[in-house]
């Protein structure tokens, strides 16, 4: 009795014992099922990685969406800087601070003759292709105190500015917002006051805009300013800058109100035009840039000729 006891012990034993996967007395059926199982184990890690490395990707998408849903859609330099459209940006860019002279002006001032003609839009995606450049700095002033929009188009809400500085002598520096751009700040125009024309007209803005360019040598100075034709602060403030860029809708801006606005300002001063809402059929002219304007109906685009 004592073998058969030890006999069915040393049984019990070998069912216990664990045999790899890869042990030959195993039979090929035994041997399926084992790599079967494992092979399903990688499988199911597999799954959940590549749930986890989407689920990261979307969070990541998901961020990126955040950061910029408050952005306005045609800041085309910023939400599509690889389109076409960017590129003409980019272009517009090279001729501003590769120009012809050698010496590219540092603070430059964008209107235009009437409303809705492109200003503020050309004066934002200007400063964040300036911007996107290897080295450049890039200050954007909203001068437009009667209807102010630059801090909207970089997904600000009402926030004080330039009219808090020069209404109530606001520190400037805590007035500056920082924007999603790298190297890009901006000046918001703050509240619409009641005396614009004054306040643009002023000893303290003439102060602000040789301390700026003094304070902030380093950058470019961009002033997005109000139309010349129906204000008169404009005219204080272009004789303060080193170079305009005139806007002008095409097919809307009078040829005769260019020339006068041309001649009032002077052609030494003006940095370039800028033909806004150009058909892209009529683009055939010789010696112009296009760059472009992504709207939500749809694409049009401009030219630049200096």
């Known amino acids: 009795m004592g073998k058969i006891s030890d006999a069915l012990e ?24 084992i790599q079967k199982e494992s092979s399903d184990q990688v ?14 990707e979307a969070e990541t998408q998901a961020e990126s969406q955040v950061e910029f849903d408050n952005i306005d859609a045609n800041m085309i330099a910023l939400l599509e800087p690889r389109s076409f459209e960017a590129e003409q940006f ?3 860019r090279t001729k501003l601070l590769f120009p012809a002279s050698g010496k590219p002006v540092r603070t430059m001032m964008v209107t235009s003759a009437m409303p809705g003609e492109g200003k503020s839009f050309v004066a934002a995606n200007l400063a964040v292709s300036i911007a996107q450049s290897i080295q450049e700095y890039v200050l954007i002033i909203d001068c437009d105190m009667r209807m102010p929009c630059i801090h909207k188009r970089f997904g600000f809400g009402e926030v004080p500015g330039l009219s808090e500085y020069l209404s109530s002598r606001t520190p400037i520096e805590s007035l500056i917002l920082k924007t999603k751009v790298d190297k890009l700040s901006l000046l918001p125009a703050g509240k619409p006051p009641d005396n614009p024309s004054e306040l643009l007209s002023s000893q303290m803005m003439s102060g602000l805009l040789k301390e700026v360019k003094e304070r902030y040598s380093d950058r470019y100075i961009i002033l997005d300013s109000p139309p010349l034709k129906l204000t008169v602060e404009t005219y204080a403030m ?9 806007v002008v809708k095409h097919g809307g801006t ?3 109100m260019v020339s006068e ?15 806004n809402n150009v058909d892209m059929r009529l683009t055939n002219y010789l010696g112009y840039k296009k760059y472009g304007k992504y709207g939500e109906k749809g694409r049009y685009y401009t030219q630049y000729h200096k």
């Open 238 to 246: 272009f004789r303060q800058v080193d170079g305009i860029l005139l």
């Open 254 to 256: 009078p040829r005769k």
């Open 90 to 92: 980019k272009m517009l």
């Open 43 to 56: 499988h199911i890690d597999e799954q959940i990685e590549k749930r986890s490395t989407s689920s990261s």
């Open 261 to 275: 606005l041309v001649e009032t300002i002077g052609k030494e001063k003006i940095l370039g035009v800028v033909f």
């Open 10 to 33: 040393k049984f019990r034993q070998d069912k216990k014992e664990t045999i790899p996967i890869d042990v030959p007395n195993r039979t090929a059926v035994e041997r399926v099922e």
